[in-house]
Protein backbone atom coordinates (compact mmCIF):
# COMPACT_ATOMS: atom_id res chain seq x y z
CA UNK A 1 0.00 0.00 0.00
CA UNK A 2 2.70 2.99 0.83
CA UNK A 3 3.45 4.62 -2.29
CA UNK A 4 7.10 6.77 -1.75
CA UNK A 5 5.96 10.23 -2.65
CA UNK A 6 9.31 12.53 -2.28
CA UNK A 7 8.21 14.64 0.08
CA UNK A 8 10.11 17.39 -1.36
CA UNK A 9 6.81 18.88 -3.86
CA UNK A 10 6.75 21.86 -6.27
CA UNK A 11 5.75 24.73 -4.82
CA UNK A 12 2.52 26.16 -5.26
CA UNK A 13 2.21 29.27 -7.22
CA UNK A 14 1.80 32.39 -4.57
CA UNK A 15 -1.69 33.46 -3.95
CA UNK A 16 -0.76 36.81 -4.99
CA UNK A 17 0.42 35.97 -8.43
CA UNK A 18 -3.10 35.07 -9.89
CA UNK A 19 -3.79 37.15 -12.73
CA UNK A 20 -7.46 38.20 -12.43
CA UNK A 21 -9.26 38.38 -8.94
CA UNK A 22 -10.92 35.18 -8.01
CA UNK A 23 -11.10 32.60 -5.33
CA UNK A 24 -7.19 32.13 -5.77
CA UNK A 25 -5.58 35.41 -5.09
CA UNK A 26 -6.02 37.90 -2.51
CA UNK A 27 -9.18 40.48 -2.12
CA UNK A 28 -8.87 44.13 -2.23
CA UNK A 29 -8.99 44.05 2.18
CA UNK A 30 -5.91 41.74 2.08
CA UNK A 31 -3.88 44.52 -0.43
CA UNK A 32 -4.92 47.18 1.56
CA UNK A 33 -3.23 49.66 3.47
CA UNK A 34 -3.07 50.14 7.04
CA UNK A 35 -5.10 53.95 6.68
CA UNK A 36 -7.72 52.06 4.67
CA UNK A 37 -8.70 49.37 6.88
CA UNK A 38 -9.38 51.45 9.68
CA UNK A 39 -11.41 53.63 7.68
CA UNK A 40 -13.07 51.13 7.24
CA UNK A 41 -13.44 49.56 10.60
CA UNK A 42 -14.67 53.38 11.93
CA UNK A 43 -17.41 52.98 9.52
CA UNK A 44 -18.44 49.31 10.21
CA UNK A 45 -17.70 50.02 14.37
CA UNK A 46 -20.18 52.56 14.14
CA UNK A 47 -22.98 50.40 12.63
CA UNK A 48 -22.77 47.63 14.78
CA UNK A 49 -22.66 49.91 17.85
CA UNK A 50 -25.87 51.25 16.69
CA UNK A 51 -27.31 48.05 15.41
CA UNK A 52 -26.15 45.99 19.10
CA UNK A 53 -27.85 49.37 21.08
CA UNK A 54 -31.33 49.24 19.12
CA UNK A 55 -31.48 45.27 19.20
CA UNK A 56 -30.13 43.58 21.72
CA UNK A 57 -31.28 44.33 25.11
CA UNK A 58 -28.24 43.20 27.32
CA UNK A 59 -25.79 45.53 25.47
CA UNK A 60 -28.17 48.55 25.50
CA UNK A 61 -28.56 48.05 29.08
CA UNK A 62 -24.93 48.19 29.88
CA UNK A 63 -24.47 51.49 27.56
CA UNK A 64 -27.07 53.15 29.56
CA UNK A 65 -25.38 51.99 32.47
CA UNK A 66 -22.47 53.00 31.72
CA UNK A 67 -23.54 56.45 30.32
CA UNK A 68 -22.82 55.75 26.38
CA UNK A 69 -24.91 55.96 23.34
CA UNK A 70 -23.36 54.60 19.71
CA UNK A 71 -23.15 58.65 19.49
CA UNK A 72 -20.45 58.52 21.59
CA UNK A 73 -18.21 56.98 19.00
CA UNK A 74 -16.04 59.34 17.08
CA UNK A 75 -12.55 58.00 16.53
CA UNK A 76 -12.10 54.58 16.79
CA UNK A 77 -9.97 55.03 19.99
CA UNK A 78 -13.18 56.05 21.53
CA UNK A 79 -14.22 52.02 21.55
CA UNK A 80 -12.41 51.94 24.88
CA UNK A 81 -15.40 54.07 26.97
CA UNK A 82 -17.73 51.26 25.58
CA UNK A 83 -18.74 48.53 28.02
CA UNK A 84 -17.36 44.65 27.68
CA UNK A 85 -19.29 41.87 26.79
CA UNK A 86 -18.72 39.04 28.78
CA UNK A 87 -19.06 35.07 28.59
CA UNK A 88 -21.47 35.58 31.25
CA UNK A 89 -23.42 38.02 29.01
CA UNK A 90 -24.00 35.00 26.38
CA UNK A 91 -24.88 32.41 28.82
CA UNK A 92 -27.02 35.08 30.48
CA UNK A 93 -29.29 35.34 27.01
CA UNK A 94 -29.31 31.70 26.20
CA UNK A 95 -31.23 30.79 23.72
CA UNK A 96 -31.55 33.32 21.28
CA UNK A 97 -32.33 36.89 23.38
CA UNK A 98 -28.53 37.80 22.41
CA UNK A 99 -30.06 37.27 18.63
CA UNK A 100 -30.06 40.96 17.18
CA UNK A 101 -32.22 39.62 14.24
CA UNK A 102 -35.59 38.30 14.07
CA UNK A 103 -35.35 34.64 13.90
CA UNK A 104 -36.64 34.18 10.45
CA UNK A 105 -33.57 35.76 9.28
CA UNK A 106 -30.97 33.12 11.21
CA UNK A 107 -30.28 30.54 9.09
CA UNK A 108 -28.23 28.47 11.35
CA UNK A 109 -27.21 28.48 14.92
CA UNK A 110 -23.73 26.99 16.72
CA UNK A 111 -23.18 26.05 20.41
CA UNK A 112 -20.20 26.00 22.73
CA UNK A 113 -19.65 23.29 23.85
CA UNK A 114 -20.16 24.12 27.42
CA UNK A 115 -17.47 22.46 29.21
CA UNK A 116 -16.75 25.01 31.41
CA UNK A 117 -20.37 26.36 32.43
CA UNK A 118 -23.85 26.38 30.44
CA UNK A 119 -23.37 26.61 26.65
CA UNK A 120 -23.98 29.56 25.25
CA UNK A 121 -26.25 29.81 21.30
CA UNK A 122 -24.57 31.72 18.21
CA UNK A 123 -26.58 32.32 15.28
CA UNK A 124 -25.98 33.34 12.11
CA UNK A 125 -27.86 35.37 9.13
CA UNK A 126 -27.32 34.33 4.72
CA UNK A 127 -24.71 37.42 5.44
CA UNK A 128 -22.92 36.53 7.90
CA UNK A 129 -22.76 32.64 6.86
CA UNK A 130 -21.29 34.48 3.32
CA UNK A 131 -18.53 36.47 5.17
CA UNK A 132 -17.12 33.59 7.99
CA UNK A 133 -16.63 31.04 4.35
CA UNK A 134 -15.05 33.82 3.16
CA UNK A 135 -12.97 34.31 6.11
CA UNK A 136 -12.20 30.55 6.26
CA UNK A 137 -11.10 30.64 2.64
CA UNK A 138 -8.55 33.53 3.19
CA UNK A 139 -7.22 31.24 6.09
CA UNK A 140 -6.85 28.05 3.72
CA UNK A 141 -5.16 30.23 1.44
CA UNK A 142 -3.38 32.21 3.23
CA UNK A 143 -1.87 28.80 4.65
CA UNK A 144 -0.98 28.08 1.10
CA UNK A 145 -4.12 25.86 0.05
CA UNK A 146 -5.42 27.11 -3.81
CA UNK A 147 -8.53 26.49 -5.93
CA UNK A 148 -8.69 23.18 -7.34
CA UNK A 149 -7.27 20.90 -4.20
CA UNK A 150 -8.42 19.05 -1.86
CA UNK A 151 -9.21 19.40 1.38
CA UNK A 152 -9.54 16.27 4.42
CA UNK A 153 -11.79 18.18 7.11
CA UNK A 154 -11.67 16.48 9.93
CA UNK A 155 -12.56 19.26 12.75
CA UNK A 156 -15.52 18.19 14.35
CA UNK A 157 -18.92 18.30 12.35
CA UNK A 158 -22.35 19.66 14.87
CA UNK A 159 -23.13 22.53 17.26
CA UNK A 160 -18.97 22.57 17.06
CA UNK A 161 -17.81 25.41 14.82
CA UNK A 162 -14.66 23.63 13.66
CA UNK A 163 -16.17 21.26 11.25
CA UNK A 164 -18.92 23.86 9.54
CA UNK A 165 -16.54 26.33 9.51
CA UNK A 166 -13.91 24.83 7.43
CA UNK A 167 -16.30 23.09 5.24
CA UNK A 168 -18.06 26.16 3.51
CA UNK A 169 -14.78 27.42 3.65
CA UNK A 170 -12.98 25.20 1.82
CA UNK A 171 -16.00 25.02 -0.81
CA UNK A 172 -15.99 28.85 -1.12
CA UNK A 173 -11.87 28.49 -2.00
CA UNK A 174 -12.90 26.65 -4.68
CA UNK A 175 -11.38 23.52 -3.07
CA UNK A 176 -13.08 19.65 -3.53
CA UNK A 177 -13.86 19.19 0.60
CA UNK A 178 -13.51 15.49 2.09
CA UNK A 179 -15.69 15.84 5.36
CA UNK A 180 -14.70 13.30 7.53
CA UNK A 181 -14.96 14.85 10.90
CA UNK A 182 -13.30 14.10 14.46
CA UNK A 183 -12.82 10.36 14.97
CA UNK A 184 -12.24 6.56 13.38
CA UNK A 185 -8.57 7.59 13.16
CA UNK A 186 -8.29 4.20 11.06
CA UNK A 187 -10.79 5.53 8.69
CA UNK A 188 -9.07 8.76 9.05
CA UNK A 189 -5.81 7.33 7.66
CA UNK A 190 -7.45 5.21 5.36
CA UNK A 191 -9.24 8.28 3.25
CA UNK A 192 -5.77 10.42 3.48
CA UNK A 193 -4.48 7.28 1.68
CA UNK A 194 -6.70 6.78 -0.87
CA UNK A 195 -8.38 10.18 -1.67
CA UNK A 196 -4.84 12.04 -1.48
CA UNK A 197 -5.55 15.53 -0.08
CA UNK A 198 -3.79 18.30 -0.13
CA UNK A 199 -4.46 19.82 3.03
CA UNK A 200 -6.15 18.92 6.49
CA UNK A 201 -7.71 20.93 8.72
CA UNK A 202 -7.97 19.16 12.24
CA UNK A 203 -6.43 20.07 16.08
CA UNK A 204 -3.10 19.57 16.02
CA UNK A 205 -3.27 16.87 18.79
CA UNK A 206 -5.84 15.23 16.79
CA UNK A 207 -3.17 15.55 14.05
CA UNK A 208 -0.26 13.61 16.55
CA UNK A 209 -2.96 10.95 16.90
CA UNK A 210 -3.29 10.53 13.22
CA UNK A 211 0.62 10.51 12.32
CA UNK A 212 0.78 7.65 15.51
CA UNK A 213 -2.22 5.22 13.49
CA UNK A 214 -0.32 5.78 10.05
CA UNK A 215 2.75 4.37 11.52
CA UNK A 216 0.24 1.79 13.07
CA UNK A 217 -0.68 0.71 9.58
CA UNK A 218 2.87 0.44 8.53
CA UNK A 219 2.44 3.91 6.31
CA UNK A 220 4.89 6.66 6.46
CA UNK A 221 3.05 10.10 7.29
CA UNK A 222 5.71 11.84 5.27
CA UNK A 223 4.76 10.13 1.66
CA UNK A 224 1.24 10.71 2.35
CA UNK A 225 -0.23 13.67 -0.13
CA UNK A 226 -0.71 16.32 2.48
CA UNK A 227 0.92 19.31 2.18
CA UNK A 228 -0.62 21.59 4.31
CA UNK A 229 -2.45 21.69 7.77
CA UNK A 230 -4.92 24.27 9.09
CA UNK A 231 -4.36 23.77 13.14
CA UNK A 232 -6.44 25.47 15.36
CA UNK A 233 -9.31 25.34 18.46
CA UNK A 234 -6.72 24.56 21.26
CA UNK A 235 -3.47 25.95 22.03
CA UNK A 236 0.09 24.71 20.39
CA UNK A 237 3.53 25.76 20.49
CA UNK A 238 6.34 26.63 17.73
CA UNK A 239 7.81 23.22 19.10
CA UNK A 240 5.05 21.38 18.21
CA UNK A 241 4.67 22.72 15.02
CA UNK A 242 8.36 21.75 13.74
CA UNK A 243 7.51 18.05 15.29
CA UNK A 244 4.33 18.38 12.81
CA UNK A 245 6.03 19.46 10.10
CA UNK A 246 9.06 17.09 10.10
CA UNK A 247 6.42 13.79 11.07
CA UNK A 248 4.46 14.85 7.97
CA UNK A 249 6.59 16.82 5.63
CA UNK A 250 4.18 19.88 5.13
CA UNK A 251 3.83 23.49 6.18
CA UNK A 252 1.79 23.79 9.80
CA UNK A 253 -0.06 26.94 10.03
CA UNK A 254 -2.24 28.29 12.71
CA UNK A 255 -5.90 29.45 12.44
CA UNK A 256 -7.83 30.83 15.38
CA UNK A 257 -11.57 31.70 16.09
CA UNK A 258 -14.03 31.20 18.81
CA UNK A 259 -18.02 30.74 17.99
CA UNK A 260 -19.10 33.49 20.61
CA UNK A 261 -17.31 35.94 17.99
CA UNK A 262 -17.93 33.58 14.40
CA UNK A 263 -16.18 30.38 14.26
CA UNK A 264 -12.75 29.58 13.00
CA UNK A 265 -11.56 32.13 10.82
CA UNK A 266 -10.89 35.44 13.18
CA UNK A 267 -7.57 35.31 12.31
CA UNK A 268 -4.98 33.21 10.05
CA UNK A 269 -1.29 32.69 10.17
CA UNK A 270 0.15 32.88 6.12
CA UNK A 271 2.73 30.25 5.34
CA UNK A 272 4.96 32.19 4.01
CA UNK A 273 5.91 34.08 6.78
CA UNK A 274 4.71 31.65 9.56
CA UNK A 275 5.04 34.30 12.15
CA UNK A 276 1.97 34.90 14.12
CA UNK A 277 -2.30 35.09 12.87
CA UNK A 278 -3.56 37.98 10.87
CA UNK A 279 -6.70 38.86 12.43
CA UNK A 280 -9.46 40.19 9.79
CA UNK A 281 -9.33 43.29 10.77
CA UNK A 282 -11.87 44.29 8.52
CA UNK A 283 -14.62 41.96 10.11
CA UNK A 284 -12.89 42.07 13.91
CA UNK A 285 -11.59 45.16 15.75
CA UNK A 286 -8.76 43.37 18.26
CA UNK A 287 -7.85 45.12 21.30
CA UNK A 288 -5.57 43.53 24.42
CA UNK A 289 -6.57 44.89 27.67
CA UNK A 290 -5.22 43.77 31.43
CA UNK A 291 -6.60 40.11 32.16
CA UNK A 292 -7.55 41.14 35.58
CA UNK A 293 -9.00 44.62 35.49
CA UNK A 294 -9.96 46.85 32.11
CA UNK A 295 -7.15 49.23 30.98
CA UNK A 296 -6.40 48.73 27.06
CA UNK A 297 -2.85 47.88 27.09
CA UNK A 298 -1.06 49.37 24.14
CA UNK A 299 0.29 46.33 20.85
CA UNK A 300 3.14 44.64 21.93
CA UNK A 301 2.11 44.10 25.44
CA UNK A 302 0.65 40.88 26.66
CA UNK A 303 -2.97 41.00 27.81
CA UNK A 304 -6.30 39.01 27.37
CA UNK A 305 -7.63 39.59 23.28
CA UNK A 306 -10.97 41.74 22.91
CA UNK A 307 -12.96 41.47 20.15
CA UNK A 308 -15.54 43.81 18.67
CA UNK A 309 -17.32 42.34 15.16
CA UNK A 310 -17.80 44.86 12.46
CA UNK A 311 -19.89 43.20 9.92
CA UNK A 312 -21.95 40.36 12.13
CA UNK A 313 -26.21 41.19 11.70
CA UNK A 314 -27.45 37.86 13.82
CA UNK A 315 -25.16 38.55 16.40
CA UNK A 316 -23.04 41.71 17.07
CA UNK A 317 -20.24 41.23 19.69
CA UNK A 318 -19.28 44.59 21.24
CA UNK A 319 -15.91 44.30 23.18
CA UNK A 320 -16.21 40.64 23.86
CA UNK A 321 -13.50 39.09 26.36
CA UNK A 322 -11.65 36.17 24.79
CA UNK A 323 -9.94 34.88 27.83
CA UNK A 324 -7.87 33.83 25.50
CA UNK A 325 -3.69 35.37 26.17
CA UNK A 326 -1.57 37.05 23.39
CA UNK A 327 -0.41 40.14 21.95
CA UNK A 328 -0.90 42.66 18.53
CA UNK A 329 2.16 43.18 16.18
CA UNK A 330 1.97 44.91 13.10
CA UNK A 331 0.82 42.82 9.87
CA UNK A 332 3.76 41.68 7.76
CA UNK A 333 2.46 39.11 4.85
CA UNK A 334 -0.74 41.34 5.09
CA UNK A 335 0.38 44.85 5.94
CA UNK A 336 -3.04 46.29 6.76
CA UNK A 337 -3.90 43.81 9.52
CA UNK A 338 -2.11 43.70 12.52
CA UNK A 339 -0.83 39.87 13.53
CA UNK A 340 -1.76 38.26 17.03
CA UNK A 341 1.13 35.88 18.32
CA UNK A 342 0.02 32.68 19.14
CA UNK A 343 -2.39 31.76 22.13
CA UNK A 344 -0.27 30.79 25.09
CA UNK A 345 -3.60 29.63 26.34
CA UNK A 346 -6.76 30.91 28.20
CA UNK A 347 -6.78 32.61 31.61
CA UNK A 348 -9.10 30.46 32.88
CA UNK A 349 -6.74 27.32 31.86
CA UNK A 350 -3.42 29.05 33.80
CA UNK A 351 -2.56 26.71 36.62
CA UNK A 352 -1.16 28.31 40.06
CA UNK A 353 1.12 26.07 41.40
CA UNK A 354 2.63 27.45 44.95
CA UNK A 355 2.37 30.90 43.71
CA UNK A 356 3.89 30.13 40.47
CA UNK A 357 1.61 31.05 36.99
CA UNK A 358 1.58 28.16 34.58
CA UNK A 359 0.24 27.35 31.28
CA UNK A 360 0.03 23.83 29.68
CA UNK A 361 1.63 25.35 26.48
CA UNK A 362 4.94 26.27 29.06
CA UNK A 363 5.20 22.20 29.64
CA UNK A 364 4.49 21.12 25.79
CA UNK A 365 7.55 23.39 25.05
CA UNK A 366 9.91 21.81 27.24
CA UNK A 367 8.55 18.36 26.81
CA UNK A 368 9.43 18.46 23.15
CA UNK A 369 12.48 19.50 23.78
CA UNK A 370 13.48 16.67 25.62
CA UNK A 371 15.23 14.03 23.53
CA UNK A 372 13.38 10.44 23.81
CA UNK A 373 9.53 12.18 24.87
CA UNK A 374 6.87 12.02 22.56
CA UNK A 375 4.28 15.05 22.02
CA UNK A 376 1.71 13.11 24.65
CA UNK A 377 1.33 14.66 27.67
CA UNK A 378 -1.07 15.27 30.60
CA UNK A 379 -0.91 17.29 33.58
CA UNK A 380 -2.41 15.70 36.54
CA UNK A 381 -3.06 18.16 39.55
CA UNK A 382 -3.72 17.16 43.06
CA UNK A 383 -3.77 17.91 46.87
CA UNK A 384 -2.40 14.83 48.88
CA UNK A 385 -1.59 16.88 52.11
CA UNK A 386 -1.55 20.32 52.26
CA UNK A 387 0.27 21.44 49.09
CA UNK A 388 -0.32 21.22 45.13
CA UNK A 389 1.94 18.89 43.26
CA UNK A 390 2.11 18.72 39.89
CA UNK A 391 2.49 15.62 37.93
CA UNK A 392 3.75 15.39 34.15
CA UNK A 393 2.81 12.34 32.67
CA UNK A 394 4.43 11.94 29.30
CA UNK A 395 5.30 9.30 27.23
CA UNK A 396 8.44 8.14 25.53
CA UNK A 397 8.79 7.73 21.60
CA UNK A 398 8.46 3.99 20.42
CA UNK A 399 12.30 4.04 19.81
CA UNK A 400 13.32 5.42 23.35
CA UNK A 401 15.53 2.53 25.29
CA UNK A 402 15.53 2.33 28.76
CA UNK A 403 18.46 4.42 29.62
CA UNK A 404 16.70 6.72 27.19
CA UNK A 405 13.42 7.08 29.04
CA UNK A 406 15.51 7.32 32.89
CA UNK A 407 16.74 9.85 31.42
CA UNK A 408 14.65 11.99 29.66
CA UNK A 409 12.32 11.74 32.80
CA UNK A 410 15.22 13.53 34.79
CA UNK A 411 15.67 16.02 32.25
CA UNK A 412 12.50 17.05 31.76
CA UNK A 413 11.92 17.65 35.42
CA UNK A 414 14.91 19.76 35.58
CA UNK A 415 14.02 21.32 32.46
CA UNK A 416 10.34 22.49 34.18
CA UNK A 417 12.63 23.39 37.58
CA UNK A 418 14.84 25.67 35.85
CA UNK A 419 12.64 27.31 33.14
CA UNK A 420 9.12 27.68 34.65
CA UNK A 421 10.18 27.34 38.19
CA UNK A 422 8.04 25.29 39.51
CA UNK A 423 9.02 21.53 40.74
CA UNK A 424 6.39 18.76 39.50
CA UNK A 425 6.75 14.79 39.23
CA UNK A 426 7.54 13.21 35.70
CA UNK A 427 6.37 9.95 34.58
CA UNK A 428 7.16 8.55 31.61
CA UNK A 429 5.00 6.22 30.23
CA UNK A 430 4.99 4.00 27.18
CA UNK A 431 3.69 4.90 24.01
CA UNK A 432 -0.10 5.15 23.25
CA UNK A 433 -0.61 5.00 27.19
CA UNK A 434 -2.55 8.46 27.29
CA UNK A 435 -5.84 8.70 25.48
CA UNK A 436 -5.63 10.57 22.29
CA UNK A 437 -8.01 13.54 21.78
CA UNK A 438 -10.33 13.90 18.80
CA UNK A 439 -11.03 17.36 18.76
CA UNK A 440 -9.53 19.51 21.47
CA UNK A 441 -7.45 18.23 24.26
CA UNK A 442 -7.48 18.32 27.88
CA UNK A 443 -4.08 18.75 29.27
CA UNK A 444 -4.78 19.14 33.21
CA UNK A 445 -6.53 16.63 35.29
CA UNK A 446 -7.53 18.47 38.49
CA UNK A 447 -7.90 15.90 41.08
CA UNK A 448 -7.42 18.66 44.09
CA UNK A 449 -10.46 17.74 46.33
CA UNK A 450 -13.14 20.64 46.20
O1 LIG B 1 -12.48 26.33 18.68
C1 LIG B 1 -13.25 27.54 16.75
C2 LIG B 1 -12.15 26.95 15.95
C3 LIG B 1 -12.36 25.75 15.28
C4 LIG B 1 -10.94 27.61 15.81
C5 LIG B 1 -11.37 25.22 14.50
C6 LIG B 1 -9.95 27.08 15.02
C7 LIG B 1 -10.15 25.89 14.37
P1 LIG B 1 -14.72 27.37 20.36
O2 LIG B 1 -15.07 25.94 20.54
O3 LIG B 1 -15.73 28.40 20.69
O4 LIG B 1 -14.33 27.67 18.88
O5 LIG B 1 -13.41 27.62 21.21
C8 LIG B 1 -12.76 28.86 21.16
O6 LIG B 1 -10.59 27.82 21.49
O7 LIG B 1 -11.28 31.06 22.76
C9 LIG B 1 -9.35 29.63 22.30
O8 LIG B 1 -9.25 29.47 23.70
C10 LIG B 1 -9.26 28.27 21.64
N1 LIG B 1 -8.62 28.39 20.33
C11 LIG B 1 -9.20 28.44 19.11
N2 LIG B 1 -8.26 28.52 18.14
C12 LIG B 1 -7.06 28.52 18.77
C13 LIG B 1 -5.71 28.58 18.33
C14 LIG B 1 -13.27 27.11 18.19
N3 LIG B 1 -5.37 28.65 17.05
C15 LIG B 1 -11.51 28.80 21.99
N4 LIG B 1 -4.74 28.59 19.29
C16 LIG B 1 -10.74 30.09 21.91
C17 LIG B 1 -5.05 28.51 20.59
C18 LIG B 1 -7.29 28.44 20.15
N5 LIG B 1 -6.29 28.43 21.06
Not at 34 to 42: A, P, W
Not at 336 to 355: E, H, K, Q, Y
Request: glycine letters at 8%; proline letters at 7%; aromatic letters at 6%.
Amino acid sequence: MPDQVSPRRPPRPAADSAPAPGPGSLDAMERAPREEVERHQLVRLRRTLRHAYDHQVFYRRKCQAAGVTPDDLRELADLARFPFTTKQDLRDAYPFEALAVPMDRVLRVHASSGTTGSATVVGYTRHDLDVWADLVARCIRAAGGRPGEKVHVAYGYGLFTGGLGAHYGAERLGCTVIPVSGGQTTRQVRLIHDLRPDTIMVTPSYLLAIADEFRRQGLDPRASSLRTAVLGAEPWTEDMRAEIEDVFALDAVDIYGLSEVMGPGVAGECAETKDGLHVWEDHFRPEIVDPLGDAVLGDGADGELVLTTLTREALPVVRYRTRDLTRLRPGTARPGFRRMARITGRSDDMIILRGVNLFPSQIEEQVLRVPGLAPHFQLLLRRPARLDELTVRVEHRPDAGPVARAAAGVLLATAVREHLGVAAEVEVVAPGTLERSVGKIRRVVDERPG
